[in-house]
C-alpha cells in the first residue's frame, strides 16, 4: 500500500481527492487510479440508519461522493436497512440498541433527503443511486448463507479486526450478532458489485479492516478487482472528536438542529482547523480557499464566516445560509434582537403562572437540566435579554416578553434563542 504522499495520481478524482485531505489509506493507488480515469467509477458508502440523521461527522464520506460525481465517477450511497438491525461494533466499548424495523424504515426515509443536496439522481452513467442493503441481507437464507459466503471467513483473522479485538481487550461483551456484522458489510461489496459494477468502496479509516475483509471476500468469490479507500477519522485541532459539541450530536436535518445553529457550529471553528476544513466541507476552489487561509489575527474570522455560510448552504440552501449568517451580525455586531434566531413557544398560561428561570432554560434547549442551569448562573452564563441572570429561584414575567412577544434568552455569547408568547 502507497502512501497518498508518495502518489502521484493522474485521474482527476484521485487529484482532488488528495490535494483536499480526503485519503488516509487505499488497497492499491496505481490500479485505482487507472479505473478512475477510465471515467464512470462506480463507487459507495454506507451510512447505518441509527437515528433519524446523519450527524456532522457522516459529511465527510457525504462529500468523497459528491466529489466522486463531479470529477464523472457514479456514486452509489448505500442505506444500512439490513445491517443496522445488526449493528456495527466498530469503534463501541458495548453493543447498540437494536431497533425495530419500523423505526429503521423511519429513520431511513428522513436521512435521504441530505443526499439530495449533494448528489445528482437518476438514470445517467454518472447520476447516483441510492442502494438499500435490506434488499439482499433481508432475504437471506442463513443455512445457504454459511455454506456459499461464511466458508470464506476466518475465525482466526477475524479476532485481529479493530473493531473486535479492542472490544475483547476491554473484556467488553461482544454479541454474536455484532461479531456477524463484518461479514455482512463484505458481503455488501460482493452484492453491489454484481448488482451495480461497484469497484471501489469508501469509508472513516475505523472501516479500513471490514472493507479489505470485502476485498478478499470477492477475490474468494469470482468478483473483478475490488478497491479500498478511507479517510481519516478527524478530530479538531484540539482533539475533540468532529460532530459532538457539549450540547450533543450537530445533526444534519433542520428539525434536529436549526440552520442558525449549524452556523454557529462551523462559526466556531478553531483557528488551526480553518484551512483543512473549507477544503474539506466546501467546494471552493482550492485558489480561494488558499486565500481565506493566508488570512491572519482578527481577518481570519472572515474566513470562519465563509466556512459557515458555505457549509450551510450545501446543508440548508444558501437563502437560510446568508439567513443565519446575518443573524449572527445583528446579534453579535449590532446587539439586535434578531427575530430570525431559533425560537420556542411558550403559552400564555406559563408565563401568567410565572415560568421559572431554570426551567425556561431547559425548555429552550440551552442546558440539558436545571442543575446545569443553577451552575451556569453561577458562573454568570444565561442572560435572559442581554440581562444576567443571577436569581435562580427568578421567574418571567409578561414584562419579559414585550419585545414582539419573545425574550431572549442567551447561553455565554454565542448561543441564544427566543421563548416566543404563544
Known amino acids: 500500500m502507497t502512501s497518498a504522499s508518495d502518489f502521484t ?3 482527476e478524482f ?18 485505482l487510479d487507472e479505473k478512475a480515469l477510465a471515467g464512470g467509477l462506480p463507487a459507495y458508502i454506507g451510512f447505518d440508519c441509527t437515528a433519524p440523521s446523519l450527524h456532522v461527522g457522516s459529511l465527510l464520506p457525504i462529500m468523497m461522493l459528491a466529489w466522486l460525481q463531479r470529477t464523472g465517477g457514479k456514486p452509489l450511497p448505500l442505506m444500512g436497512g439490513g445491517t443496522t438491525r445488526v449493528g456495527d461494533p466498530s469503534g463501541k466499548d458495548e ?17 435521504k433527503r441530505v443526499f439530495e443536496r449533494f448528489l445528482t439522481f437518476g438514470d445517467g452513467p454518472a447520476d447516483a443511486l441510492m442502494l438499500d442493503n ?24 477475524m479476532l485481529t479486526m479493530d473493531s473486535v479485538k479492542l472490544r475483547l481487550e476491554r473484556e467488553h461483551e461482544l454479541s454474536f450478532i455484532e461479531f456477524n456484522y463484518m461479514c455482512l458489510q463484505a458481503y455488501d461489496f460482493v452484492e453491489i458489485n454484481r448488482r451495480h459494477g461497484a469497484l ?33 477519522l478527524l478530530t479538531t485541532a484540539s482533539g475533540a472528536k468532529m460532530g459532538k459539541t457539549a450540547a450533543g450530536a450537530v445533526w444534519l436535518n433542520a428539525d434536529m438542529l436549526s440552520p442558525y445553529d449549524y452556523w454557529q ?26 486565500r481565506l487561509a493566508a488570512l491572519e489575527g482578527a481577518e481570519i474570522n472572515e474566513a470562519k464566516k465563509t466556512l459557515a455560510t458555505e457549509a450551510t448552504a450545501l446543508i440548508h440552501g444558501r437563502e437560510a445560509a446568508e439567513r443565519a449568517a446575518e443573524t449572527a451580525r445583528r446579534t453579535f455586531e449590532e446587539g439586535a434582537l434578531a427575530l430570525s434566531l431559533p425560537k420556542v413557544t411558550v403559552s400564555a398560561d406559563e408565563i401568567a403562572a410565572g415560568l421559572g428561570v431554570l426551567a425556561a432554560f431547559v425548555k429552550a434547549g440551552l442546558v440539558a437540566s436545571t442543575g446545569e442551569a443553577r451552575r451556569q448562573i453561577k458562573g454568570g452564563g444565561l442572560k435572559v435579554n ?15 416578553f414585550e419585545t414582539d412577544g419573545v425574550a431572549k434568552l442567551s447561553l455565554g455569547k454565542k448561543r441564544h434563542v427566543l421563548l416566543e408568547r404563544g
Request: overall charge negative; glycine content about 8%; hydrophobic content about 40%.
Open 9 to 11: 495520481p493522474k485521474s
Open 14 to 31: 484521485l487529484r482532488t481527492l488528495i490535494a483536499r485531505g480526503f485519503v488516509h489509506q487505499c488497497s492499491d493507488f496505481a490500479g
Open 95 to 111: 453493543s447498540r440498541r437494536l431497533l425495530t424495523v419500523e423505526q429503521i424504515d423511519s429513520n431511513k426515509a428522513s436521512i
Open 134 to 157: 435490506a434488499d439482499w441481507l433481508a432475504g437471506l437464507n442463513y443455512i445457504d448463507f454459511l455454506r456459499d459466503v461464511g466458508r470464506h471467513f476466518s475465525v482466526n483473522r
Open 200 to 232: 471501489l468502496q469508501m469509508g472513516g479509516s475505523d472501516q479500513w479492516g471490514n472493507i479489505v475483509t470485502g476485498l478478499d471476500l470477492g477475490r474468494r468469490m469470482g468478483t473483478p478487482q475490488l478497491y479500498a479507500l478511507t479517510s481519516p
Open 265 to 290: 457550529y462551523w462559526r466556531n471553528t478553531e483557528d488551526a482547523d480553518v484551512a483543512r476544513f473549507l477544503k474539506l466541507f466546501t467546494f471552493l476552489s482550492m485558489d480561494e480557499v488558499a
Open 386 to 400: 442581554d440581562a444576567a441572570v443571577t436569581d435562580e429561584r427568578g421567574t418571567l414575567s409578561e414584562k419579559d
